[in-house]
């Protein structure tokens, strides 16, 4: 076999393996992966009514005190997410007497079990979920 033979050979293959490595990135991935949410939209809203520093954080749904491994929880994702959304906003989960605290709730009925149960009052509700509060 000659040298060219053998080149082409090589960049048939790479040819192909490109090929394979763009239909599972274009398009195969993408049909079977379910689509995620966009944190932003989420959280936007509030980003105008809490100011910089810290604020206290407060869910239906806390996260665990756990190590990362468990991050996965669904708790841990709303803090996860939340604190992403924010930054460079501190979020302090559990702190309920901070002068601000972001709540955020997978069942937006419950949100006022949580501001009677934390003594807090309403800020701001810009989206169903998520919410500004201050202690009373």
Known sequence: MSRQRISALFAALAVVGMGR???????SEPRHEPRRERIDTRYAPIK?????????YLSD????????????TPG?????QAQ????????????D?????????ADPAR?????RTHRLTL?????????VARPR
């Open 21 to 27: 490595t763009a239909w599972f990135h274009f398009v």
């Open 97 to 105: 007497r901070l002068s601000q605290v972001v709540i955020n709730v």
């Open 48 to 56: 105008e009514f809490v100011g910089p520093g810290q604020a206290g």
């Open 123 to 131: 800020v701001v509700e810009p989206t169903p979920g998520v919410a």
């Open 61 to 72: 749904v806390p996260p665990t005190r756990g190590p990362i491994s468990e991050s996965g």
């Open 84 to 95: 992403y959304a924010l930054a460079p906003l501190v979020l302090r989960p559990g702190e």
């Open 76 to 80: 841990n994702r709303l803090y996860l």
């Open 111 to 115: 949100l006022g079990e949580l501001l």
